[in-house]
């Protein structure tokens, strides 16, 4: 796999998943990172599509990668903003 190269979604998307994992930590722009009582999602940003990681908390391993584009689902992540200190 090239690291530099840019990946459109459909090329991440068919990556192994180790290697889907160390691209977006090298080259895409880490956004958020929130956690439940089992799982940690980290989201990142890459070439016009986001990237969901669900890392299990105990093992410290990914265990699923969802790719999207659209704002449609960064509706989890935005609950979690708060501005109030910016006024």
């Given at each position: 796999?090239?690291?530099?190269?840019?990946?459109?979604?459909?090329?991440?998307d068919?990556?192994?998943?180790?290697?889907?994992?160390?691209?977006s930590?090298?080259?895409?722009?880490h956004?958020?990172t929130?956690?439940?009582?089992?799982?940690?999602?980290?989201?990142?940003?890459?070439?016009?599509?986001?990237i969901e990681?669900?890392e299990?908390?105990?093992d410290?391993?990914?265990?699923?990668v969802?790719?999207?584009?659209?704002?449609?689902?960064l509706?989890?992540?935005?609950?979690?903003?708060?501005?109030t200190?910016?006024y």
């Open positions: 796999m090239e690291y530099m190269k840019i990946y459109n979604q459909q090329e991440f068919l990556l192994e998943l180790k290697d889907q994992v160390i691209l930590s090298l080259v895409g722009s956004l958020m929130s956690r439940d009582s089992n799982y940690r999602t980290k989201l990142y940003y890459l070439n016009n599509f986001y990681m669900w299990d908390i105990i410290c391993e990914i265990m699923y969802r790719t999207f584009k659209g704002t449609r689902g509706t989890p992540y935005l609950s979690h903003i708060n501005i200190a910016l």
